[in-house]
């Protein structure tokens, strides 16, 4: 046979080289039913999707769940597709138009499958779309991982560190009450610690929580059923606070504790960068999400005037998103949502990106998503060499009850164990116990009644 691509032995080279699983439905006018039967290493017979569940529940806040089971007795994965506020969009995204296109298709094709779903869609990208295609992705790595017996970070090249360095919330309406909050997760292990204070006068400020125990519910935001709380934000006020509540931790709390705080894209480039630099004799970890998502150049602004660490990307649903703050080296640490940027297999690329140019990741590890979310965020962090800091949270006993299996934290750090795939299952019957109930983040405005970004 000539070993020439382009030669008569083709076909074969197609086959042995395993492009002959994607060649089959390449025919005009043909269904794309993506791999269909291909040559299995080790003599594994040909999988296939038989059924795709899609479980809303509401185990304290509300969770979409989704369940890909296949031809083999028994093996199936489990993936998250919560988008906080939006959840029966992504579930219905879902139902009606993802789960048929999968129905028959081969698990093991996980990249296809992203592709087929990112691109082959033609509407591409979104945050309901992309969170339904993290909630497919995380399914099929988990069985992936099951098939081959190996956690997902084996996949994904092995441990590279012991465990994710991970940090939790602080938060209180004083000084003090922050500070004695940033004291019980020290106490608790945490070496990284993020700090919230309340705006003076103004009604509800993002991270500040109405329980003292702050730390409890790492990232967790309350979501109140019913029709959306408004926040009132002010930056004069909130540019003026933020400084003095670092400089008073500081100075009761040393140098050693690593501090960081969540701006959650309030502000304008020069109130962020006057902010940055405000903050530098604190020596933050890093600043999280000082500017709107929008458009990202105006980090240029920041940078010029700062050398406080910089995180941005939580509400970023592409590769593409990241590149222009990777490229140019306006940010320190990249901190997708696994959860709504594609799952593991657009996340993984987007680390890469960030490692050439010397960007750590800092995945972004709310309540809001779910445990398979948290689990696939663990399994990259320890298997990347450029992992930076972890956001995690403590599972209320509804949630571990009906989402088993989320990463564990000890002496600072989450791991995640040797569990076959990506270690987290659904309950399903537990599931049923807690019916979806319509909920929403808080929203914000500023004194004037104009509407401010939560
Ligand atoms: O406000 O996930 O860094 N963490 C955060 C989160 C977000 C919520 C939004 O749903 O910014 O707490
Ligand atoms: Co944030």
């Known amino acids: 046979m000539s070993s020439h691509p382009?030669?008569?032995?083709?076909?074969?080279?197609?086959?042995?080289?395993?492009?002959?699983?994607?060649?089959?439905?390449?025919?005009?006018?043909?269904?794309?039913?993506?791999g269909g039967a291909s040559a299995r290493p080790r003599g594994l017979p040909p999988l296939k999707i038989t059924e795709v569940r899609v479980i809303v529940t509401c185990?304290?806040?509300?969770?979409?769940?989704?369940?890909?089971?296949?031809?083999?007795?028994?093996?199936?994965?489990?993936?998250?597709?919560?988008?906080?506020?939006?959840?029966?969009?992504?579930?219905?995204?879902?139902?009606?138009?993802?789960?048929?296109?999968?129905?028959?298709?081969?698990?093991e094709q996980v990249e296809d499958v992203y592709q087929y779903l990112y691109r082959g869609s033609y509407?591409?990208?979104?945050?309901?779309?992309?969170?339904?295609?993290?909630?497919?992705?995380?399914?099929?790595?988990?069985i992936k991982g099951k098939?081959?017996?190996?956690?997902?970070?084996?996949?994904?090249?092995?441990?590279?560190?012991?465990?994710?360095?991970?940090?939790?919330?602080?938060?209180?309406?004083?000084?003090?009450?922050?500070?004695?909050?940033?004291?019980?997760?020290?106490?608790r292990s945490f070496k990284c610690v993020r700090a919230q204070v309340g705006l003076p006068g103004l009604a509800g400020t993002y991270g500040t929580s109405v329980t003292k125990k702050s730390e409890e519910h790492a990232g967790r935001v309350d979501?109140?059923?019913?029709?959306?709380?408004?926040?009132?934000?002010?930056?004069?006020?909130?540019?003026?606070?933020?400084?003095?509540?670092?400089?008073?931790l500081r100075s009761k709390l040393g140098e050693e504790v690593e501090l960081l705080h969540d701006t959650h894209e309030k502000l304008g480039p020069i109130e962020g960068a006057r902010l940055a630099r405000e903050l530098e004799p604190?020596?933050?970890?890093?600043?999280?999400?000082?500017?709107?998502?929008?458009?990202?150049?105006?980090?240029?602004?920041?940078?010029?005037?700062?050398?406080?660490?910089?995180?941005?990307?939580?509400?970023?649903?592409?590769?593409?998103?990241?590149v222009p703050l990777i490229s140019e080296q306006l940010i320190d640490y990249i901190r997708c949502d696994l959860g709504h940027i594609g799952g593991i297999t657009n996340a993984?690329?987007?680390?890469?990106?960030?490692?050439?140019f010397h960007v750590k990741t800092a995945w972004h590890g709310p309540a809001d998503v779910g445990p398979p979310t948290h689990a696939a965020s663990v399994h990259l962090d320890i298997a990347i060499p450029n992992f930076g800091v972890q956001e995690m949270v403590f599972w209320p006993e509804a949630t571990q009850e009906v989402l088993p299996g989320a990463p564990t934290f000890k002496d600072g750090y989450i791991n995640v164990g040797d569990t076959p795939g990506l270690g987290t299952d659904v309950n399903e019957d537990a599931a049923k116990k807690y019916p979806y109930k319509r909920a929403y983040l808080p929203t914000a405005r500023r004194i004037d009644g104009s509407v401010q970004d939560w």
């Not at 382009?6 to 993506?34: E, H, I, W, Y």
């Not at 709380?229 to 606070?241: C, G, W």
């Open 6 to 34: 382009q030669g008569p032995g083709r076909r074969n080279f197609l086959k042995m080289s395993g492009a002959a699983a994607l060649g089959s439905p390449l025919v005009a006018g043909g269904t794309d039913t993506g």
């Open 59 to 107: 185990p304290g806040r509300n969770y979409v769940v989704v369940k890909i089971l296949t031809n083999e007795p028994g093996l199936y994965g489990v993936g998250d597709a919560t988008l906080n506020g939006r959840e029966l969009a992504v579930a219905t995204a879902l139902k009606e138009h993802i789960a048929p296109l999968l129905i028959g298709r081969d698990p």
């Open 123 to 142: 509407w591409r990208s979104g945050p309901v779309q992309m969170t339904a295609i993290a909630g497919v992705d995380e399914a099929l790595w988990d």
């Open 147 to 187: 098939r081959a017996g190996m956690p997902v970070y084996q996949l994904l090249g092995g441990r590279t560190r012991v465990g994710a360095l991970a940090y939790t919330h602080a938060s209180g309406n004083e000084f003090s009450e922050v500070e004695d909050a940033v004291r019980r997760g020290m106490e």
């Open 223 to 248: 979501q109140q059923a019913g029709l959306p709380e408004t926040e009132i934000f002010e930056p004069s006020v909130y540019l003026r606070t933020v400084p003095k509540l670092f400089a008073h």
């Open 282 to 322: 604190f020596h933050l970890f890093f600043l999280e999400d000082l500017l709107r998502p929008e458009h990202k150049e105006s980090f240029r602004v920041i940078r010029q005037y700062s050398t406080t660490p910089l995180a941005m990307g939580e509400l970023f649903n592409s590769l593409w998103d990241c």
């Open 348 to 356: 993984r690329k987007v680390a890469s990106l960030a490692e050439a």
